[in-house]
């Protein structure tokens, strides 16, 4: 980077990257890493560089990828959602809840008509949403905290309606979206794939996307600009349980089931991916592009930990190894930027 | 003046340019030990960046630099610290989150053997070494609930008593009273008799002259003049520092001013009876169209409480508002901002985006007006533009980050947000703090245009010349209540000091 600065005969300057560059750290990093690990699995594994493989991947990004999109809102705000996996866990089994279930099935379910199946889990998820919307802008509960409170009653919902049974029905509207393909390529992948443009549209091309950066890059200048910041962070709240829930409906039918617990480790992939594609945890800095870069490195790196022969125990820790310089680098690439602004 | 000895800080040919923007060009500047040294310059002339470079805040420069004769390099602020230099920033940088203790003491906390922080020595030194700067407060309160100018203070005094043997000050003195200004330069004249360098960076030209020994004068990231404090005078400074003949740019209200008969505008807001907490008691008045209030007081008087209550951020425990006519309850900003109030505060850090351009910076409150749903970048932008030439923006560059300006221009974009689309009432703090001479008589002359316009325009500030430059009528608030009103009728500095 020529940054047009005299370099005169007595002064020296280290070689250091431009200030474009480092501003741009954030983005950078992450598809670095996507493109290191890319490099070495397919020279690891020939099974892994193949295009079925990457159809794999993409389907297994699916789900995440669609809870991802709310919680690219909420991390933009500088705020957090923890009851992301298990919203979409209680929307998925209040789907089949209200689906009627095959007789072996004991559970005392509510059979409705697939639509009203479908509307029902959508105002249900709408509604947990409202809560976590309510409890952190009117009471002022900090984000973490309300959605971790929600993160167990969602649980305790889905608790009280599967009684520890297993559900396998779903509305056709959801088993097809979920669990069908068309042209070869699965619904569930169209179905994310629109969802992750959606965002960024409104996040890129909307006033309410500028004010949701502008929210999380310094609310209280956005208060003073007289944005409605409380309003903007309650929507997004209820964005984030709402794709949630999108994701719990298509993730039961595409799993063939609804029971408890299903989603556990949804929600430290979902919020892996919107932080390691480099979305900023102090908020106003990333967005779906972003987030997509991260589902990409989640996705090789889970699928191609499987392709390679290493002790499946020990894949558990190198996850969380990646996952913790991915997230080093997110603060870095933070102060990084904060130094070539200054 | 020590001028027979050698200087402890010397810096030779400095060049600095951010990207392609030369913000110095070939400056020389020397500091010795015993001496004020006085900085001033128009908004954007590369005062703050030449002291964040003796602060080894910008590593990358060209040119030489010399502590005490040797050649030197700092890679950090922490190299400068150890040479013995501190600085006070132009924007705070006090850490709002620890205690007023914990910030006296950032980064050398009293410690026992263990390395354990002394909580009770700190939290008494600290009290005693503010109480000596004239700060009365809990060194165990969290800084960020103070008002703003005691936050300053604050931080002045880290720097001051940190045993520094060169101190840099970029505008300390803005949110500062007068009989705390009065403080502090009796504390750097103490200080400078003990032996320290120190350099004082101000817009205000009567407080550089004052306090200073030698004044240097910086246009256009240029070094344009140097001299003898005692030798110069006001008139020449500013010339030096906009080449225009400058003085009748700056009155000094020494002498009466006679504030104007009421226009009869119709009312637009009416305060009654506004109590709040400590801060604010039964504080009524109105403004009319067509007119500018001024607003009085010392720091801490409810000036800020006041501002915030007008813009729906605070609500009053008692008293009502309401606007053109109507009784308003806000119960947010935007609700205010949709009556048609708007606010500039006085902290810039709490009303811009520093890391997004300076076109979205002004677009931001007035989104709703030119986009339903869909962004509009290319009139954002184009309403930028005629924004920043009107105030005279530099660098006027629409799309650059705000964090680049400089902060008397960042000051500007702050106005410049409100002014596409006037609102019917607009409250300003400190509308003029960090802007030099030319950029406050362009902030009259807005300010005069808008309420030819007919807006009602509140001023509120601490100083005194802010007030009289601006308004019609003035109410002077003291410890939270109004304690006197001039209108038609003349007025002074010194009157106004009197009644506060
Ligand atoms: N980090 C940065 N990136 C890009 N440009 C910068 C940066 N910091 C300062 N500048 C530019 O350098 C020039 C000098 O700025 P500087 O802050 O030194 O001005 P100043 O004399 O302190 O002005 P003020 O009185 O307004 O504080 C300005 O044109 C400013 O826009
Ligand atoms: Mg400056």
Known sequence: ?342 | MPQDRSPVLELAGITKSFGGVEALRGVDFALYAGEIHGLVGENGAGKSTLMKIIAGLHPEFSGRFLVDGQETRFRSARDAHAAGIAMVHQELSVAPDLTVAENVFLGNQPTNRLGIVQWRRMAREAGEQLARFGIDVNPMSRLGDLPIGQQQLIEIARVLFSGARIIVLDEPTSALSPPEVERLFATLQRLRDEGTGIVFISHFIEDILRVSDTVTVFRNGRKVAESVAAATTKGALIEAMIGRGGEALEHSYTDDLMLPTSNGGSVVLKAEQLSLARSLREVSFETRSGEVLGIYGFMGCGQQELSRILFGKLTPDSGTLSVDGRPRRFASTADARRAGVALVPESRRAMLFHQEPVYKNISISILERISALLLKPAREREIAKRQVQQLQIRPPVVGLDLGMLSGGNQQKVALAKWLSYPPRLLVLCEPTRGMDVGAKNDVINIVRDLRQRGLAIIVLSTEPETVLSLSDRILVLRRGAVVREFSNEPVSKDRLLAAA
Not at chain 1, 12 to 26: D, E, N
Not at chain 1, 253 to 273: M, P
Request: aromatic share 8%; glycine share 12%; with cysteine.
């Open chain 1, 1 to 342: 980077m020529a940054s047009g600065e005299a370099v005169p005969a007595a002064g020296h300057r280290p070689g250091r990257v431009g200030p474009f560059l480092r501003s741009q750290m954030r983005n950078i990093a992450p598809f670095l890493t996507l493109i290191l690990l890319t490099a070495f699995f397919a020279f690891a594994s020939p099974s892994f560089a193949t295009l079925d493989n990457f159809g794999n991947i993409l389907t297994q990004v699916s789900v995440t990828g669609i809870i991802a999109v709310g919680l690219t809102f909420v991390i933009l705000c500088a705020e957090i959602d923890l009851s992301v996996a298990a919203i979409a866990n209680v929307t998925g089994i209040a789907v089949a809840y209200f689906t009627l279930q095959e007789s072996y099935v004991n559970i005392a379910n509510v059979p409705m008509p697939g639509w009203a199946a479908i509307l029902l889990a959508l105002a249900l998820c709408a509604l947990l949403g409202l809560v976590n919307a309510f409890g952190l802008t009117v009471i002022g509960i900090p984000s973490f905290i309300m959605t971790l409170a929600m993160m167990q009653i969602a649980a305790g919902i889905s608790a009280l309606l599967v009684r520890g049974q297993i559900a396998y029905k779903v509305p056709p509207l959801v088993s097809t979206l979920g669990s069908t393909s068309i042209g070869g390529i699965p619904w569930i992948v169209i179905v994310a794939a629109l969802m992750l443009l959606g965002g960024h549209l409104v996040l890129t091309y909307t006033r309410f996307g500028r004010y949701v950066y502008m929210v999380g890059g310094n609310r209280e200048a956005a208060e003073y600009a007289g944005l409605n910041v409380k309003l903007i962070l309650g929507s997004v709240m209820v964005i984030s349980a709402v794709c949630a829930g999108i994701g719990g409906m298509l993730g039961v039918a595409h799993f063939g089931s609804a029971q408890q617990n299903e989603f556990d480790t949804y929600l430290l992939d979902s919020i892996a991916a919107v932080v390691v594609g480099g979305t900023s945890l102090f908020g106003g800095r990333g967005g779906i592009g972003n987030t997509i870069v991260g589902l990409f490195v989640l996705g090789v790196l889970n699928n191609g930990l499987d392709h390679v022969n290493i002790d499946s125990f020990l894949k558990i820790l190198i996850r969380g190894l990646i996952l913790l310089a991915a997230l080093v680098i997110n603060v870095y690439a933070q102060r990084l930027r904060e130094r070539a602004a200054d």
